[in-house]
């Protein structure tokens, strides 16, 4: 799936580095964005590609906290609830989000659009409550702006245009 | 005084390639290809500049370390900043990147790199267009690839990105997630200045680090020294959040007080409320008590109150804040971060979360207080890497310093 349409792109990778197996990371972020999430297809084709055990990209799918090994909605809201967010409101923030939403930590809406997660920090103490979703920053968070937030997505959503940032910056510099 | 790292701040659009060279942009490392490696090093080795991801060791140093010998070497620069409370790297690459560029491509010279990896957090992805739209500016114009500036130089520069591990900031975990591996760290020695990225000899520098290197270049190390304390001289990026009326980076020149920080430039505590305590650097470094808010910001500073300057991520706390539940946060992000090598380490925070937790929801004991404690002591020393040390410091420190406030979550249970 990915070895096809990412063909240039992971010509480019296989050039930049020294060693193959560095690629790991970028062709995981890539697979996780085709698949939804890190099933077992997603970690076997990356395996495929570099040549690698696939129980080693699965090792490396349970490092890292930005992979889910379980399927997520279409839109993953980590909240950041670190010490220096939380004395700036956070976990209050997402207990009203969880309420909204009506699913609890970890849980996705039932029409699969939505996950909620809580994260540690993520580099914008000062401008919390904050989140990323689908690693996109939302910053000085109240109810409302949330609100707005899911309205947004929701219309993005019926329009079928989800992106992954990270897979765009990859891509991008590439080409 | 204006900025001389988060210069965005005045100059509109520096982190575009023409605003940047307008004002002075690149001077540095043209000057520095006309002189010879060895000198560079000396420069940077006068200027005392010190790493500011939290160590603090020696720049030029560490470059001088890197064997002077042919072969492949490699510059990898730290932006997997995920400490708690830390947000200043994400600006200077959001905002400045070229100066990062800059220094980078100066370190490279320098050890005799032809190859640098930024290694980001795959959160900050702002910072990535940025520093993606400044990699391609420099390709584009001579300043990246093959014969830089019609020298003998060529380094080429990519973009690595991080999938969510704090521990992946150490430099032999971060170079080992570069490899492809599991994102833990390795017993030094190796250290990387020998064995490093593909074991070749490899430089690890923070980013904020870098940004500092043209402005020694192009100002001398005289002038750079003339800022700050003997020991901690140059420019320092605080990053500030928690209980200020200002949160937010501010660049001091070092051996301003705490004090200084947080009541002239971040307009105080919100509500007029007294400070109880702050971490000085994250969740990592040891609290300190109201007290210690006359210490000047430096490497130094803290020493006689037991703490660190560390990567200057300043949380403050007022006189509301349970400590007992700051332990708690802290605690709970080294149990998520730590990287499961080293025993002490996993089974320690594993343990001192649970029982933090258990203490904090008002169930605990005063013998709950005494297991932390011995668990906190057993993790110290004990560990391959800082990450071990640090997991100990939210309990043992306000255990020692508010004691009240755990006796108060006790007192119920006996």
Redesign the interface.
């Known amino acids: 799936m990915i070895r096809e349409k990412y063909a240039d792109v992971i010509q480019e990778l296989f050039r930049?580095y020294?060693?193959?197996?560095?690629?790991?990371?970028?062709l995981?972020?890539i697979a996780q964005h085709e698949y939804g999430y890190m099933s077992e297809e997603a970690m076997q084709e990356v395996a495929d590609i570099?040549g690698l055990n696939p129980t080693h990209v699965k090792?490396?799918a349970g490092?890292?906290?930005?992979?889910y090994e379980e399927p997520v909605g279409k839109y993953v809201l980590e909240i950041c609830n670190?010490?220096?967010c939380?004395?700036?409101g956070a976990d209050e923030f997402v207990a009203m989000a969880s309420n909204k939403l009506g699913v609890p930590v970890e849980g996705t809406t039932p029409d699969g659009l939505f996950t909620l997660k809580t994260?540690?920090?993520?580099?914008?103490?000062?401008r919390?409550p904050m989140l990323?979703c689908n690693?996109?920053?939302h910053e000085h968070l109240n109810e409302e702006k949330f609100t707005a937030l899911l309205d947004h997505l929701h219309q993005e959503a019926s329009s079928d245009q989800v992106e992954s940032?990270?897979v765009e910056?990859?891509v991008?510099?590439i080409n | 005084m204006a900025h001389l790292l988060l210069r965005h701040r005045e100059i509109e659009n520096i982190k575009k390639l023409d605003v940047y060279r307008a004002h002075g942009g690149y001077e540095a490392l043209k000057k520095v290809l006309s002189m010879a490696p060895a000198e560079v090093i000396q420069v940077v080795m006068e200027s005392n500049l010190r790493g500011r991801g939290g160590a603090g060791f020696p720049t030029g140093l560490k470059w001088n370390f890197i064997p002077k010998v042919a072969g492949d070497k490699y510059v990898v620069v730290n932006t997997d900043e995920s400490e708690t409370g830390t947000f200043k790297d994400r600006e200077l690459m959001e905002g400045n990147p070229h100066q990062v560029i800059e220094g980078t491509l100066i370190a490279a010279y320098a050890i005799g790199a032809k190859l640098t990896f930024n290694y980001m957090r795959g959160e900050y992805m702002d910072a990535a267009y940025a520093f993606e739209e400044a990699l391609k500016e420099c390709y584009a114009n001579n300043l990246l690839g093959p014969n830089i500036l019609g020298s003998e130089f060529s380094c080429d520069m990519y973009p690595h990105y991080g999938a969510g591990a704090y521990i992946c900031g150490e430099e032999t975990a971060l170079l080992e997630s570069l490899h492809g591996n599991l994102g833990q760290p390795w017993s030094k020695p190796p250290f990387p200045a020998v064995e490093g990225l593909y074991r070749k000899p490899t430089v690890v520098n923070n980013t904020e680090t870098l940004a500092n290197v043209p402005l020694i270049i192009q100002n001398g190390a005289e002038w750079y020294k003339s800022m700050g304390t003997p020991g901690s001289t140059g420019p320092k990026i605080v990053c500030l959040s928690g209980h200020v009326v200002k949160p937010g980076n501010y660049e001091i020149i070092m051996g301003m007080t705490y004090r200084e920080l947080i009541y002239d430039l971040a307009g105080g505590i919100p509500g007029g409320k007294k400070v109880k305590g702050f971490l000085p650097s994250g969740g990592s470094g040891p609290v300190v008590k109201e007290e210690a808010l006359d210490a000047p910001i430096s490497y130094e500073g803290l020493d006689k109150f037991g703490s660190a300057m560390g990567s200057a991520s300043v949380i403050v706390m007022d006189e509301t804040v349970d400590m007992v539940w700051a332990a708690k946060k802290a605690t709970h992000f080294f149990k998520h971060e730590s990287c499961g090598k080293c025993t002490p380490c996993r089974e320690g925070t594993f343990w001192l979360d649970k029982v933090i937790h258990k203490v904090d929801s008002g169930r605990g004991t005063a013998n709950d207080i005494k297991v932390l404690n011995s668990v906190a002591e057993q993790i110290g020393g004990k560990c391959l890497c800082a990450l071990g040390e640090f997991a100990k410091n939210p309990i043992l420190s306000t255990i020692k310093h508010f004691p009240q406030d755990y006796q108060a979550k006790v007192r119920a249970n006996g």
């Open positions: 930049r020294p060693e193959r197996k560095s690629a790991i990371l970028p995981m972020h570099l090792s490396i490092f890292y906290t930005l992979f670190d010490l220096a939380a004395l700036r994260v540690m920090c993520l580099g914008a103490c000062d919390a990323q690693l996109r920053f940032a990270v910056k990859i991008s510099y």
